[in-house]
């Protein structure tokens, strides 16, 4: 007798509905060759009710706890976990996908006839680090990694007419694919093993049993921390990010990080916090020395950058670092809160980005942003909030992220690694100081630069997010612990 799967449709409602819009959007390209802004409709439709559908998951898991029934949460005959963790990645990712959107839509546009590939890209970008965090079987989470990727990969190389961006889609492409045979090698030796792929399944193993030889499976951790270590643009693995940031087209390159960073995270807090909870004593001292590298290279690189998007690129690799001492404290909570925070800031930044140097543009010289404070004082303005939120300035949600990480890693006994990220943080705060200063205090000669609507709306949320979620951050707080409870 063969036992069917488990079917449970909300449990992959969000995944399913953004694959068959990215379907819908190609279809009505080939059938009718419409104007962009019916491609963007459909997109749009798409994404709203993918987020309807990620709040019918929310009440489906209060359902669930209240009903004392937690079985009803894993789907798929174990495959996909259906938890507050996992909805309120969804949530994270689909606003960097509208965010992500709106700040390249006029790429997207000029793209012409291809506008509906980069639609169809992004939104199946999104199914796959979608599936990536809600996965409780190690192999589906490298399914939903390879989707996600390839996507990306694609997307960094969309405009042809650039060498810049084949050659950041061929750095992407080629250093990913390393990446992803690290992260599966490891799954396979953590399999070898425990027997166990189902990240709850292996959490029971070391509960029940002690390993005598546990050489291969410290070397699967090792390989998936790697793995997990590029997509997130962690140092040692962090060499692609500068030349891709800078080559990749503007529109889309703060989409692709902040997913990327999202789903990343997301992974390596399920399996190390959850499913190798009991090996802390392995993973945590790797995890802490790649965290304090990443801090002091990102941060002690961004100073001598010339371009813009090589200095964001080298301080995602700091934020990093940040992060990555949120997952050394053990507190899921301070990492989904500042992986929120951080994607809407990014996003807010390249969107400044695209109004100054234009959505396909591949660089973006510091010349470029010399007295933009007096040709444009809002987008100036704009970008100094966000700037001063990056930097973890108090008053801004980036301080208050920055502190729930630095706290929960003290409290974990590493305080030598709260010391370093201070450190870093004040690097930080020179570099961009330095962008500031170019604004306001630097004179030039270029026009104002013409800010489109989608951009502006996206730089205005993101300034609003930044300075709300300083001065009030229990409302994401919140969130985030409720994302726990359940």
Known sequence: MITPPE????????????????????????????????????????????????????????DAMLAADPERLVAFSGMILMDGFAVFSRFALLGATVLGVLTGWRYIEGLGRRGAEALALIMLATVGFSI????????????????????????????????????????????????????????????????????????????????????????GIGLVIAGLGFKVS????HSWAPDVYQGAPAGVVGYMAAVAKI???????????????????????????????????????????????????YSGVAHAGFIMTGVVGGE????????????????????????????SGARSSIDDYRGLARRSPGLAGSFTVLLLGMAGLPLTSGFIAKFGVFTDAWNSGYEW?????????VIAFAFYLRIIVAMYMDEAEE???????????????????TIAWGIFPGSLLDLAANALAL
């Not at 104002?448 to 949320?461: E, F, K, M």
């Open 7 to 62: 079917v449970s449709w909300i449990a992959i409602a969000p995944d399913l509905i953004l694959a068959l819009g990215a379907a819908v959007v190609l279809l009505v390209e080939v059938q009718w060759k419409p104007a962009a802004r019916v491609l963007g409709l459909v997109t749009a439709f798409s994404l709203v009710l993918a987020v309807g559908a990620t709040l019918l998951q929310k009440l489906a898991v209060e």
């Open 132 to 219: 990536m965090v809600a996965s409780n079987n190690l192999v589906m989470m490298f399914l939903g990694l390879e989707v996600g990727s390839i996507a990306l990969y694609v997307l960094a190389g969309m405009s042809r007419e650039r060498p810049e961006s084949d050659e950041a889609a061929i750095k992407y492409f080629l250093l990913g694919s390393f990446a992803s045979a690290f992260f599966v090698y490891g799954v396979a030796l953590i399999y070898a093993g425990t027997g166990k792929l189902a990240i709850l399944d292996i959490r029971a193993f070391f509960d029940q049993f002690i390993v005598t030889s546990p050489t291969v499976i410290y070397i």
């Open 234 to 237: 962690a140092a040692p693995f």
């Open 263 to 313: 789903a990343g995270f997301a992974a390596m807090a399920r399996i190390l916090l959850t499913a190798l909870g009991d090996l802390d004593s392995i993973w945590l001292p790797i995890v802490a020395a790649l965290a304090a590298l990443s801090m002091f290279v990102g941060s002690t690189l961004a100073l001598v950058q010339g371009d813009v998007r090589r200095m964001l690129a």
């Open 332 to 359: 899921t909570q301070g990492i989904l809160f500042y992986l929120a925070v951080y994607a809407v800031q990014l996003l807010g930044a390249f969107a400044v980005v695209v109004a100054v140097s234009g959505a």
């Open 417 to 425: 690694l709260v010391v370093v990220a201070v450190l870093a943080s």
């Open 447 to 465: 026009e104002a630069p013409a800010l489109v609507p989608t951009v502006r709306w996206v730089v205005g949320l993101a300034v609003v997010a």
